[in-house]
């Protein structure tokens, strides 16, 4: 690394303009990242013809600052209303929106907001530093390595949103069966699609996750007439201190790395680093009866992962020209309007642009801890206003999210259906966001299980032979044993204790 060029990287994204852009980026990306349905690719081509007459390196620091503020952004509205900003925050409703409904709204918010800006400053380092060993790695993924990740990752289906597994195994796989409608993903042949035009795409994600949350949650605090709904006796705003969040290291810092290492592998995303991060943390927490319940660490972790997810999918982007997320892709398209071309040869021809770039996400970062801290009170004031109204602003909000993902009013309707169904899932005890995860987790899981046995002709013990894939698929089999395990243990012991006693 080049220490000089390192210097003059961070002067040049220093100077008052660029500071400037940074911070209106980070504004409007928390701001896009809020909006059910509106999300930060879609922030990002918003603002692309507002950078066509700006310069390179202005342009740029614009749009990743948008990209990271985004990132944050959609916990906003995940906390307040358990309505998912983006999908990377759906993990972020199982504890936040109970935290809320505890009377600990601010504290939640202030949690996210530290735990968003630890994620993507340690992403950013990791960048400055390991960017091209780490792009190197992540060639080497294969379709088992991704099998194996989504596993990972759907063990957590059992343990959320309701106190049933089998309630909740049985939400994941119908989340599985719906990711299934449209083409298929191998062949091309139509799926469940029963002859409907609109369903040879599939079904949008963003629709349903707003219907599962948000509809079915105005309609749940609606019908239920023992509910106080006037929810601002529940606001206590704090602020977290830099010693109570040391007591969420550990969280913070596994959080970190599971999200920047998912984060480099090429189409993953923030969602998934979510997800996976918040079943690690609930698998080593010492209070995993607290989870879903308002548990801090059930904030920390996918908030974390999903900020580190977003810096570490731009190291394959800008080193390899590989986009990490969909964002990213945008803004792949958003380098080539410019005249560069991502890849081996930016790091050689424009490493001042690359440091000033990273230079960029570190201090949007940054921004959104001091900002967000000072804003957190206007935040958690919004449930000041009675839900009568506030009701009303989260169907409104959750229509125009829906009509947004592509224009259509088929959307909406989609949007609907799975609000009244979310509805019927919460009165009978199913999971909606094991439904969620099943839709998120399905479609990557499917693709790359039948992608690697077209691969090996069929080879089903390739899965476990590869390493990387073997040691994740063991990880994922012992996490699910772990409570029959636990629980044996502890029967013993206190069976034991009883013999002893006699």
Not at 138 to 150: G, R
Request: hydrophobic letters at 50%; glycine letters at 12%.
């Amino acid at each position: 690394m080049d220490i000089q060029l390192l210097v003059d990287g961070l002067l040049t994204t220093l100077t008052p303009m660029n500071l400037l852009l940074v911070f209106v980026g980070m504004l409007v990306g928390v701001f896009f990242g809020s909006l059910p349905g509106i999300s930060s690719s879609m922030g990002i081509v918003l603002m692309l013809p507002f950078t066509y007459y700006m310069g390179i390196l202005p342009s740029i620091m614009l749009l990743v600052a948008l990209y990271a503020g985004s990132s944050y952004g959609g916990s906003i509205t995940a906390i307040l209303f358990n309505t998912p900003g983006t999908p990377e925050s759906v993990a972020t409703t199982f504890d936040g929106y109970p935290m809320t409904k505890n009377g600990k709204a601010g504290r939640a918010l202030s949690l996210a907001i530290s735990a968003s800006a630890f994620g993507g400053i340690f992403s950013v380092l990791i960048m400055l530093f390991l960017a091209p060993p780490l792009s190197t790695v992540a060639l080497n993924i294969q379709s088992a390595e991704y099998f194996a990740l989504t596993v990972l990752g759907l063990t957590v289906i059992s343990s959320i949103g309701t106190k049933s597994p089998i309630k909740a195994i049985t939400s994941g796989l119908i989340g599985i069966l719906i990711a299934m409608i449209g083409m298929d993903p191998i062949v091309g042949a139509n799926r469940f699609t029963f002859g409907n035009i609109e369903l040879m795409n599939g079904l949008e994600m963003i629709p349903i996750m707003i219907g599962a949350f948000a509809l079915a949650e105005v309609l749940n605090q609606v019908t239920d007439k023992h509910k106080d709904l006037n929810m601002s006796n529940k606001v206590s705003l704090e602020t977290i201190k830099i010693v109570e969040l040391i007591r969420h290291k550990w969280v913070l810092l596994k959080s970190a790395v599971i999200g920047t290492v998912i984060g480099i592998l090429p189409g993953t995303g923030g969602s998934i680093a979510s997800i996976v991060s918040y079943g690690e943390a609930m698998r080593t927490s010492k209070h995993k009866e607290n989870f879903g319940q308002g548990e801090e660490e059930g904030v920390v972790a996918p908030e974390a992962a999903n900020n580190a997810a977003a810096g570490g999918a731009m190291i394959p982007t800008l080193v390899l020209g590989i986009p990490g997320s969909p964002t990213t892709a945008i803004i792949l398209a958003a380098l080539a309007l410019q005249g560069l071309q991502p890849g081996p040869q930016l790091m050689t021809e424009q490493p001042l642009m690359l440091y000033c770039i990273f230079f960029s996400m570190l201090i949007a970062s940054v921004t959104v801890f001091i900002g967000g801290r000072l804003g957190v009170k206007a935040f958690a004031a919004i449930l000041k206003f009675p839900y009568s109204m506030l009701g009303t602003l989260i169907v409104l909000l959750s229509m125009v999210g829906s009509y947004a993902v592509g224009n259509s009013m088929f959307n909406v309707w989609v949007m609907l259906v799975f609000g009244i169904l979310g509805y019927f899932m919460k009165k009978y005890h199913f999971s909606p966001a094991s439904l969620v995860l099943g839709l998120v987790l399905g479609p990557m899981m499917e693709e790359n299980f039948r992608r690697n046995l077209l691969v090996t002709e069929g080879d089903y013990l390739s899965f476990i032979t590869k390493p990387i894939s073997g040691i994740i698929l063991l990880i994922a089999v012992l996490a699910m044993l772990y409570p029959i395990i636990a629980k044996t243990l502890k029967n013993k012991k206190s069976m034991g204790g009883s013999g002893g006693g006699l």
